[in-house]
């Protein structure tokens, strides 16, 4: 199940983001160092409705933000359609990766853009994550290129 994250519920939420820091650090991926994701951005995510948490019994599991498109880093691309949304900090927790938990996040995204009438939906990754980058493309988005300023490449799905 999917649904809308709760304020309560933002420290489960972290402890599931330094889970998934500590797996992608321990496999060579510096996609997020320091003090990141931490509860201030998740807390900001929360205030604009863009955060959501997938449960399994009962329990938290993985989160996505989804979020209007914002970010001044996109703007160095040309995109297919600027009325989109944009999938943020996706996290599975480890011991639960490989089990189409991250498409189902995916497919919610996808579901959301629909339904707002939004024209496509992006995501960006570290160049390094290989296992997300095979995720996105098998979701059927496009290669739109590199943002140098933060390190990331670049997709898009139009809907």
Do not use: C
Request: charged share 25%; glycine share 6%.
């Amino acid at each position: 199940m999917i649904r809308k994250a709760k304020a309560n519920e933002l420290n489960e939420i972290l402890k599931i983001a330094n889970k998934t820091k500590e797996n992608m650090l321990n496999n060579n991926l510096k996609q997020w160092v320091g003090n990141y994701p931490n509860l201030e951005v998740f807390n900001k995510d929360l205030k604009l409705n863009g955060l959501f948490v997938y449960l399994e019994n009962n329990k938290i599991i993985a989160s996505i933000s989804i979020l209007e498109e914002n970010d001044p880093p996109y703007q160095a691309i040309k995109w297919f359609s600027h009325n989109s949304l944009v999938i943020h900090r996706i996290l599975v927790n480890p011991i639960y990766q490989g089990k189409g938990i991250g498409k189902a996040l995916f497919n919610k995204a996808i579901a959301l853009t629909k339904e707002g009438n939004y024209k496509s939906l992006k995501v960006d990754t570290h160049p390094d994550n290989l296992k997300m980058q095979k995720l996105i493309e098998s979701m059927g988005f496009k290669y739109m290129g590199y943002l140098e300023s933060i390190n990331r490449l670049a997709y898009e799905l139009i809907v």
